[in-house]
């Protein structure tokens, strides 16, 4: 028969929004153990799985109209400590026609004990913001004149549906009948219960132990602090996320660069300061998409994008909010072996709004290969395993030509031009003591660009995770187009893949969008609290990431400044604003990187 062997959730603490999923191991009528579901829809052998979920909710019903839900509370009962049951009512009309009996009850409320105050409270619930079933904003009523009827504010609609399920022998209300559930508001404040049975498809009889698990009380989502666009053209005013009050004209446009931490990295080993229900990636995944789709950019390059997420969640969700997306996995040589799923592989995931452009080509850059052509062209025979093993570290980048859908500014001589962009988007090898490798596939990816950049004389984006610090070799040759030959980087070059030094080099003028605010002239509280998060000696921000252990500057936009000019950037954050042991992720952020957001305006093109 069939049978429960286990069962577990990734967080006893639901939140709103979040769907439950619970991990339940079942062993078949044919002894195979799996996780996979039973429905009764397709029972095995004349056996299923069947689900409920319950609330500790409270049916608040009317004190006059008993099979009718409440709407609304007398604020004068709760004060003068009435028994709540009696307190509701289900409309304005009910409680102005019971309002002679129910001054009474305020008259003798100072006098009489309430007895039957605590058990009617457990039955119908406390009058709180988190759910007794009502709403108390702006339900009350009024006894300024005591021979008057009251009058009420506002009979607003319940929270509760007016249809719900019958309550159980336990005080418990049904709520949910699959597998799995997302919590709404109405659960804040409550206990929720998971139960699963196996049982007999045709008497839908159980079979064995029901198997229990009851999670803790279902919280809101917390709410991150709102970050804004500051433009940089001096000006002291705060732009807003909505697109139709955000600073926009003629030629602009939005790029976001995020690594949103993957989940098969998101571990409690790795971050166990942060909460274990703010780490599973129920929660992860739907506070991360919240942000992003918060910042209504026009283009999104985003990090550690893990196959089997972009596939099921971020592709879809996306597609949802205008979104044409392009995926590049990482090769898997080394990345697989470390977390033992092919389908967690990640990678770097590129979405661009589909009224503001269209794809016109796509380049994938796989550095494993670039490594596999290093070696045999500039590595001796005997050195090439030992190469290859410092070089494959499986690392890529996805590089997009897209073509614009608004109007360009190229001018009255070039009316009808195409308006192409092409943006890079790029994790760079994480290991610190692996500079050579760094700086080498930056380098790569730099002639990649100047290439496209040859062939068509297009605006060039370079966003990503770079895994490098300001100042570093490979931040001084995204920067500066060059690395100084006594830079101290250039002391780890075991391979000798990095001489002559007088090679690092590139013809691109990339600038650091960020930069901008360093650069930027005016003054204001605003701008003076902008340039606090930057460092002055880089002109980059103090860090985009941010854990107990690291806190520092990785992540970067690059633009091509002859090209594009920047109007405004996504304002930064301090460590205070963060969380008060600020490191990520947490409860409010749900990576370890923080969003980096500029919105830029083409250049009308200069004839040559």
Known sequence: ???????????????IGCEITPYVLLKRPDNSISNEDVPESAPINGYCMRYRVQSDQKFTVCSVHPTEQATLQCLVCVKAKVPLARSFHCTPTCFSDAWQHHRALHERASTASNENGTEEEEMF?????????????GISASTSNAGQSPSLTNASTPIYPTTVAERSGD????VGRSRTYTPTADDIGHFLKFECVAIDAETKLPIGNTNTIMMSRVIPAPTPIPRRMIPVNGVDVLGHMDPDSRIASSGTF?????????????????????????LSWPYRRQNLLREIIGYHADILCLQEVQSDHFEEFFA??????????????????????YIGNPNAVDGCATFFRRDKFSHVKKYEVE????????????????????????????NIALIVVLEAKFSSNQGADNPGKRQLLCVANTHVNVHQDHKDVKLWQVHTLLKGLEKIAVSADIPMLVCGDFNSVPGSAPHALLAMGKVDQLHPDLAVDPLGILRPASKLTHQLPLVSAYSSFARMMGIGHSLERQRRRMDPTTNEPLFTNCTRDFICTVDYIFYTADSLTVESLLELLDEES???????PSAEWSSDHLALLAEFRCKPRVRR
Request: aromatic fraction near 8%; proline fraction near 4%; charged fraction near 20%.
């Open 1 to 15: 028969m069939l049978s429960v062997l286990r069962v577990h959730l990734p967080s006893e603490i639901p939140v």
């Open 125 to 137: 619930g406390r009058f709180s913001s988190t759910g007794s079933g009502v709403k108390n904003a």
């Open 171 to 174: 005080g418990l209300f049904e």
């Open 254 to 278: 939005s790029i976001l660069s995020y690594n949103i931490l993957s989940d098969a990295y998101a571990t409690n080993e790795s971050y166990s300061y942060c909460p274990s229900w703010a």
């Open 316 to 337: 879809p969700e996306l597609d949802k909010h205008g979104y044409q997306a392009l995926y590049k996995k990482k090769t898997s040589e080394l990345v697989q072996v």
């Open 367 to 394: 550095f494993n290969k670039a490594a596999q052509s290093l070696t045999d062209a500039v590595i001796q025979p005997s050195q090439k395993k030992v190469a290859l093993s410092r070089l494959i570290k499986d």
């Open 578 to 584: 963060l969380r008060k042991d600020t490191a990520l």
